[in-house]
Nanobody, 124 residues
């Protein structure tokens, strides 16, 4: 079993930045692809960004490409999401996810493990 704990959310003005962190435990971190998802009120949860096991492959949704950066530190068992140029429409609960399937570098769906989420609120 993998435990994921997010941190770093908060209230920020439009144009501001936040760095979200997700600490993983329970399994060798470098065996997991890692991702970030978000869910806004009244909307489905959506994929935001993902990173493969060694950090060399990343994937982003079109809505955040160029503004958000996903990275990982395998020595610290932590994945990060740097969010720049935040917009009110980025307001959501952000979830960390992990996937243990070695056949896929960065899955879009079918993630195995989820964190509890951290709230990001962007004021206009």
């Amino acid at each position: 079993q993998v435990q994921l704990v997010e941190s770093g959310g908060g209230l920020v003005q439009a144009g501001g930045s936040l760095r979200l962190s997700c600490a993983a435990s329970g399994r060798t971190f470098s065996s997991l692809a890692m991702g970030w998802f978000r869910q806004a009120p009244g909307k489905d949860r959506e994929f935001v960004a993902g990173i493969n096991r060694n950090g060399l492959i990343t994937r982003y949704s079109d809505s955040v490409k160029g503004r958000f950066t996903i990275s990982r530190d395998n020595a610290k068992n932590t994945v990060y999401l740097r969010t720049n140029s935040l917009k009110p429409e980025d307001t959501a609960v952000y979830y960390c996810a992990a996937d243990g399937d070695p056949s896929t570098a960065v899955p879009i769906q079918g993630w195995d493990y989820w964190g509890q989420g951290t709230q990001v609120t962007v004021s206009s």
